[in-house]
């Protein structure tokens, strides 16, 4: 190889014979010499950006051994990754690579160079382009693997990177691969992606979560051995082949907790569970499984509301195991994990794992998943930014499991309904759905069904698809099939609507200009014809109230307002806003845009000197702090809305408010020589300020008017030096 001349050398070298090792485990000599002179080639080709080059290769061997060790793909899979860059830049062909190393690489690299034409993947998130990822993300589940796979080695590599590009980097990991990490059962990739996430975007939280991981670590480790040694002594016993062991939850899940729950760390009872894993033959997994458990809720009182069951049937991305909750030690409750050691691979490999086991052609859950993707995608008729927000739903949904009358088993997201269940059987049923018999009740099609539940669907021809059928349905075929079928049913509206306007405006002799009647529509603030049409015919609007409002429209064009209109945008003087909205080059969003019309977030009340970053809501462009409480939902739910922005200058001109909790004691006077340093304080002025106090303690809330961060961090400073003052924090 090529000399490495960077400080990464030696991992490098120690890379290079790990793969190296690992392709000639199934490859002949040659072949795996060809790759190599393929990479040595494109380096070659590279000496202008040659440290660029070869760090660019460094990525691309760290993200396959990432594929190889945490994933477990093979050596096609590994030589994809490797060759990504020189076809990328069209060193190598397509051809060329299938006649040197197959089939296989050459439609790995296919979906990987559709995949790469679309680099800024969030800018577009809402065109067509977004869409084509999707699918060509779809057309081999190995690319997937791959991406996801890049991203997390991006991550890992975005330590020493600017913090715009480490935002990027996390709205992306929120928005798109946890969720499809998650969805394929890479629980932990997925959950080191969040961590990760966390640690560019709320690093406060992230090192106080493991700062008190870190100091209770220790009793944490003791009560682990005093929970396992009695249930090892019981297991011995029994000659089952087992290991158990204690694993502490990521730090994501632990923050989640803090916020759901509304808790302190110290209220959290599951920051840890017990794994037990057995080797076990493929006939008796499920028996020694349940052995266990046996075992350990004879010891431990078991909570039965917290059982779940994924032996029996396991979840669409083929995750099985058994999850007890039992009342430990010092009545603590205590998560126990009891799987094989091929359900453990799979639960930490995902999907690749599974194939291991039941091989790449069977038909998986997975590929049926797939498949409902490309479906959904398809329907070039529904809206776009709709379809990426089913495409979420159906991978964060948890499952439940239900019935027809025969038996067959359809697995639907939690909060289906009736009608979900109708439309996932077929979408003619769907359609003329009128109500459902659950285990052999009457129930309406609104009904939520449960796991276990044993549906009938009935039907009428005389049923037609309903608007509000989209505001209880939760599966994406059955949005994108009703949205089908009212889009099919008002364009039937439409032409009839069409047709009766302009028979009545014939029946009066009234020539029709198109122009004039755009007008009318728009001045009925209507935002697209076919709502105007299909208002006409339901006869929410009258035809000839509509041609009297055309005449009037035509006759005074020109003139002033018709007062039976509303009135339109245009008509009005524009008034200086009474909203919080600003507009200065105080702030710089996007790609080096200034001047534009922004409003601060009330929910965590950025100043200058935040990291902040854009959000495109329906009120406009909202600026929020990095570690806003809502930034985590809003990555991951609506990444395609964010923008970067960051403050411009050094120091700010206008004046922010912000919100102090201040915690002492209750002393005499206390409060005076807060609100004295305060006023004293340059630049610094106090709106409100609401002090609570109870047995020999005060709390408040001290509301002021402030440019900037570093005027922030000194008046914090300067009252934490009052003698009393136990803490100053900002509120969000």
Same mark, same amino acid.
């Given at each position: 190889m090529t000399e490495i001349t960077f400080a990464d050398r030696p991992e490098f070298l120690r890379l290079y014979r790990r793969l190296y090792s690992f392709l000639r485990q199934a490859w002949e000599g040659e072949k795996v010499l060809q790759l @190599? !002179?393929?990479?040595?080639?494109?380096?070659?080709?590279?000496?202008?950006?040659?440290?660029?080059?070869?760090?660019?290769?460094?990525?691309?061997?760290?993200?396959?051994?990432?594929?190889l060790d945490e994933i477990g793909l093979k050596q096609p899979t590994v030589c994809a990754v490797l060759l990504? !860059?020189?076809?990328?830049?069209?060193?190598?062909?397509?051809?060329?690579? =299938?006649?040197?190393?197959?089939?296989?690489?050459?439609?790995i690299l296919r979906g990987l160079k559709k995949v790469s034409e679309f680099t800024d993947k969030r800018s577009t998130v809402e065109s067509e382009n977004y869409m084509r990822l999707l699918? /060509?993300?779809?057309?081999?589940?190995?690319?997937?693997? &791959?991406?996801?796979?890049?991203?997390?080695?991006?991550?890992?590599?975005? @330590?020493?990177?600017?913090? *715009?590009?480490?935002?990027?980097?996390?709205?992306?990991?929120?928005?798109?691969?946890?969720?499809?990490?998650?969805?394929?059962?890479?629980?932990?990739? =997925? *959950?080191?992606?969040e961590d990760l996430c966390l640690k560019y975007t709320d690093r406060d939280s992230y090192d106080f979560i493991?700062?008190?991981?870190?100091?209770?670590?220790? /009793?944490r480790d003791q009560y682990i051995r005093e929970f396992i040694e009695p249930v090892k002594e019981r297991l011995d016993k029994t000659g089952l082949k087992y290991d158990i062991k204690g694993r502490t939850k990521s730090i994501h899940s632990i923050l989640n907790k803090l916020k759901k729950q509304k808790i302190d760390f110290e209220s959290i009872y599951d920051l840890f569970a017990i794994r037990v894993i057995l080797d076990a033959p493929a006939d008796q997994e499920k028996a020694q499984c349940w052995q266990v458990y046996s &075992?350990?809720?004879?010891?431990?009182?078991?909570?039965?509301?917290?059982? @779940?069951?994924?032996?029996? &049937?396991?979840k669409s991305n083929g995750y099985e195991s058994l999850h007890i909750t039992v009342m430990g030690p010092k009545a603590r409750w205590v998560e126990v994990q009891i799987r094989t050691r091929r359900m453990d691979e799979i639960a930490e490999r995902g999907l690749a794992a599974h194939w291991k086991y039941k091989g790449v052609k069977e038909e998986s859950t997975l590929d049926n998943w797939l498949n409902s993707l490309r479906e959904s995608l398809e329907e070039s008729e529904s809206n776009l930014s709709q379809k990426l927000t089913d495409f979420k739903l159906d991978l964060y949904e948890e499952e439940i499991f239900v019935f027809t009358?025969?038996?067959?088993?359809?697995?639907?997201? =939690?909060?289906?309904?009736?009608?979900?269940?109708?439309?996932?059987?077929?979408? =003619?049923?769907?359609?003329?759905?009128?109500?459902?018999r659950v285990n052999g009740k009457n129930v309406p099609i609104k009904h939520l069904l449960k796991s276990g539940d044993q549906v009938e669907i009935n039907t009428s021809s005389h049923q037609t698809p309903k608007q509000d059928w989209l505001s209880f349905v939760v599966t994406s075929k059955a949005r994108a099939r009703i949205r089908q079928l009212l889009k099919e049913e008002a364009g039937k509206q439409v032409d009839i609507a069409k047709e009766t306007l302009s028979r009545r405006m014939k029946n009066r002799k009234i020539e029709v200009d198109d122009a004039h009647l755009m007008q009318l529509i728009k001045k009925l603030k209507y935002k697209t014809v076919t709502d105007f049409y299909v208002d006409i015919a339901v006869e929410k609007l009258d035809v000839n109230w509509v041609i009297d409002?055309?005449?009037?429209?035509?006759?005074?064009?020109?003139?002033?307002?018709? /007062?039976?209109?509303p009135v339109s945008a245009e008509s009005f003087t524009l008034r200086p806003p009474t909203h919080d909205y600003k507009s200065s080059d105080e702030l710089v969003i996007d790609q080096n845009l200034t001047g534009i019309d922004y409003r601060l977030a009330k929910c965590c009340n950025p100043i200058f000197g935040d990291e902040i970053f854009g959000f495109v809501s329906s009120q406009g462009i909202k600026i929020h702090r990095i570690n806003c409480p809502n930034s985590n939902d809003l990555f991951s739910r609506f990444g395609y809305r964010v923008l970067k922005a960051r403050w411009s200058g050094t120091k700010g001109s206008s004046?922010?408010?912000?919100?102090? !909790?201040?915690?002492?004691?209750?002393?005499?006077?206390?409060?005076?020589?807060l609100i004295s340093i305060i006023s004293k304080e340059e630049g610094v002025q106090m709106r409100s300020i609401a002090i609570d106090s109870n047995d020999g303690l005060f709390q408040g809330n001290i509301s002021v008017m402030i440019a900037d961060t570093s005027m922030m961090e000194q008046l914090i400073k300067k009252l934490k030096s009052v003698k009393g003052v136990k803490s100053v924090t900002r509120l969000n």
């Open positions: @190599k !002179r393929m990479l040595q080639e494109s380096l070659s080709k590279a000496e202008v950006n040659r440290d660029e080059a070869l760090y660019d290769l460094l990525l691309e061997m760290r993200t396959a051994l990432i594929t990504f !860059r020189p076809v990328v830049n069209n060193e190598y062909t397509l051809a060329e690579v =299938k006649e040197c190393f197959g089939s296989e690489v050459e439609l699918l /060509s993300m779809a057309e081999d589940i190995r690319v997937v693997f &791959i991406m996801i796979a890049r991203q997390l080695q991006l991550m890992r590599d975005a @330590k020493g990177t600017e913090r *715009s590009q480490q935002l990027d980097l996390s709205v992306e990991s929120t928005f798109l691969y946890a969720p499809l990490a998650h969805r394929l059962g890479l629980y932990t990739i =997925k *959950s080191e992606l493991a700062q008190k991981l870190n100091e209770t670590k220790r /009793s &075992i350990i809720t004879d010891m431990y009182q078991p909570n039965p509301k917290r059982l @779940k069951d994924w032996l029996s &049937i396991p009358p025969k038996g067959d088993l359809f697995k639907l997201p =939690k909060g289906a309904t009736v009608l979900d269940f109708a439309f996932a059987i077929h979408s =003619k049923l769907g359609a003329t759905c009128i109500s459902g409002r055309y005449l009037e429209l035509e006759n005074r064009e020109g003139e002033g307002r018709d /007062s039976h209109l004046s922010y408010t912000i919100v102090l !909790r201040v915690i002492g004691n209750d002393q005499i006077n206390i409060v005076a020589n």
